[in-house]
Each structure stands twice: as C-alpha cells, then as structure tokens.
C-alpha cells in the first residue's frame, strides 16, 4: 500500500502540463481549425450569390435567385413558375450547376411517362 501512496507522491506537475498542451492541441486540430475552414468556404459561397444562380435551400427546396437584397441579408427565390418564396441568405445551402434543376424535371417526367406506359402494357396484358 506504500509502494502505490510513494508513486502517485513522485509524479512531476510536467506530465500534467504537457497532457493539458496535448489537449489544447487535439482540439485545434481537429475542431478550431476544420470548423473555421467551413465557415470561410459557407461565407465565400453565400458572397457568390447572384440572380440567375440555381440554389439548395436548407429545407430541401431547389430554386433559381430571381432577388437579392443586401440591405436586410434576404433571397428572393423561384421555385416554380410563378411561385416565389423570400427567405434568409443564410438558408442556402449549396450553389447548383447551372441547368441542374431542369434536368430533374426532364428526368421526372421521362420517368412517369416510362412508368405510364409500362401500367397501361400490364393492363392491356391482363385484358
């Protein structure tokens, strides 16, 4: 039992010291530094934002910027013909390519008519 009071007496305050710099460190690294790098990529892409561009909104909506308003931070975006909805700058997301949500729409409807046409030969062969 004195053996084990002796060793935990002689431990030097260094070790102490340099397991709290470890931890310093491992928190730059791996939190700090990578969150910064996000935050600086995100405001560099809601600073590239201009009318025309084809968005991601945070809850899901894709659109194109038909507004911006810098005074008060706001988006004006169309997300269907005639539909336009404003929100806050901050609630995009990501920066589409250009002609990516015509694509969708291209590819949704080739698919209904592809899945259209595929019931009526089932109905067509149960008859």
Do not use: C, H
Request: charge should be positive; glycine fraction near 8%; proline fraction near 2%.
């Amino acid at each position: 039992m004195n053996l084990f009071l002796d060793a935990q007496q002689q431990q030097s305050p260094v070790f102490l010291i340099v397991l709290i710099v470890i931890m310093f460190a491992f928190i730059y690294f791996f939190q700090w530094r990578p969150n910064k790098k996000r935050q600086a990529e995100y405001k560099k892409l809601l600073e590239s934002l201009e009318v025309g561009s084809e968005v991601l909104l945070n809850g899901g909506l894709l659109g194109t910027i038909t507004k911006l308003r810098v005074e008060d931070d706001l988006v004006q975006v169309e997300i269907a013909k005639g539909v336009i909805i404003t929100t806050k700058r901050g609630f995009v997301v990501q920066v589409l390519p250009n002609g990516t949500i015509e694509s969708i729409v291209n590819d949704n409807k080739a698919s209904k008519k592809a899945s259209k046409g595929e019931s009526e030969a089932v109905e067509g062969e149960k008859k």
